[in-house]
């Protein structure tokens, strides 16, 4: 399933206190992207959310600054600027719980990368993780650990050759 959003990706805010209540300054945002999302995901044939295990791919492309030189937009590529990836991961997860899958405890894979470009904006790329997958990378884990085991039985046989 995938979604994609232009223009400006948006980071996570913290909620705020306001008149003695604690409010969401971005619900208005929220409900845009949701019914965007919502539209994508019929415009997909999809009806109901994803059950079961989801890897989730993000990109986020955000706006070169203007101030930049020619040759530094030249080179930009990776985004160091605030705000944090983590804050747009927040932000496009939350924004999909009950519409692509129940809730974002089913993310079990996350890959993202925020990148500059001339054309801000956010894509999105959910992959339901098979029985098979899962036990595939059970397999090796458990290889992993043998393998891991079995070096550190050699080294522990290597070090009391040398001491006698």
Same mark, same amino acid.
């Given at each position: 399933?995938?979604?994609?959003? &232009?223009?400006?990706?948006?980071?996570?805010?913290?909620?705020?206190?306001?008149?003695?209540?604690?409010?969401?300054?971005?619900?208005?945002?929220?409900? #845009? !992207?949701? *019914?965007?999302?919502? *539209?994508?995901?019929?415009?997909?044939?999809?009806?109901?959310?994803?059950?079961? @295990? #989801?890897?989730?791919?993000?990109?986020?492309?955000?706006?070169?600054?203007?101030? !930049?030189?020619?040759?530094?937009?030249?080179?930009?590529?990776?985004?160091? &600027?605030?705000?944090?990836?983590?804050?747009?991961?927040? !932000?496009?997860?939350? #924004?999909?719980?009950?519409? @692509?899958?129940?809730?974002?405890?089913?993310?079990?894979?996350?890959?993202?990368?925020?990148?500059?470009?001339?054309?801000? &904006? *956010?894509?999105?790329?959910?992959?339901?993780?098979?029985?098979?997958?899962?036990?595939?990378?059970?397999? =090796?884990?458990?290889?992993?650990?043998?393998?891991?085991?079995?070096?550190?039985?050699?080294? *522990?046989?290597?070090?009391?050759?040398? =001491?006698?």
């Amino acid at each position: 399933m995938k979604f994609y959003r &232009s223009g400006k990706p948006i980071a996570k805010q913290r909620p705020r206190l306001g008149k003695g209540c604690v409010y969401d300054p971005q619900s208005k945002e929220k409900a #845009i !992207w949701r *019914t965007d999302f919502k *539209t994508q995901m019929l415009a997909q044939g999809v009806l109901n959310p994803l059950k079961g @295990a #989801i890897k989730a791919d993000l990109d986020f492309r955000v706006q070169i600054p203007k101030s !930049w030189s020619k040759k530094r937009k030249r080179t930009a590529f990776y985004a160091t &600027s605030r705000p944090d990836i983590d804050n747009y991961e927040k !932000w496009v997860l939350d #924004i999909l719980n009950n519409i @692509a899958y129940e809730d974002d405890s089913q993310i079990v894979q996350l890959t993202s990368l925020k990148t500059y470009s001339n054309n801000p &904006s *956010t894509e999105i790329k959910l992959i339901l993780r098979s029985e098979e997958h899962t036990s595939e990378l059970q397999s =090796h884990s458990f290889i992993s650990y043998a393998v891991f085991c079995l070096k550190k039985k050699n080294k *522990t046989k290597n070090k009391k050759k040398k =001491h006698k």
